[in-house]
């Protein structure tokens, strides 16, 4: 039997993609209950541009990371990068979670 090697910086990669969208979903829920942004940048590209700034800039770093990535990191270091944002967003997103439950 031949076994398929996993590929897992693709995997981390395709987990930014995911905890960056649920970050994005929890974000405007949280927003919509009146809680309120707390994120210097994230107030304000919400003041300036709204929600649909929030969706480019984070599609924009997910983009300039992957190519900054791609360059610049060699061997095992191309999982730091899909890693830290993994962990960043997967934060927020706990974070936004838990003050959705608390307020409701």
Not at 23 to 44: K, P, Q, W
Request: hydrophobic residues 55%; aromatic residues 20%; proline residues 1%.
């Amino acid at each position: 039997m031949f076994r398929k090697r996993i590929d897992y910086e693709n995997v981390l990669w395709m987990s930014v993609i995911i905890f960056a969208i649920l970050d994005l979903i929890s974000t405007y829920v949280g927003l919509s209950m009146g809680l309120v942004e707390e994120n210097a940048v994230g107030v304000y590209l919400l003041e300036t541009t709204g929600f649909t700034g929030m969706v480019i800039a984070k599609t924009s770093i997910i983009l300039f990371c992957y190519k900054l990535s791609e360059k610049l990191m060699f061997g095992r270091w191309n999982y730091f990068t899909p890693f830290v944002l993994f962990f960043v967003w997967f934060l927020a997103t706990t974070n936004n979670m838990f003050f959705i439950v608390k307020v409701y």
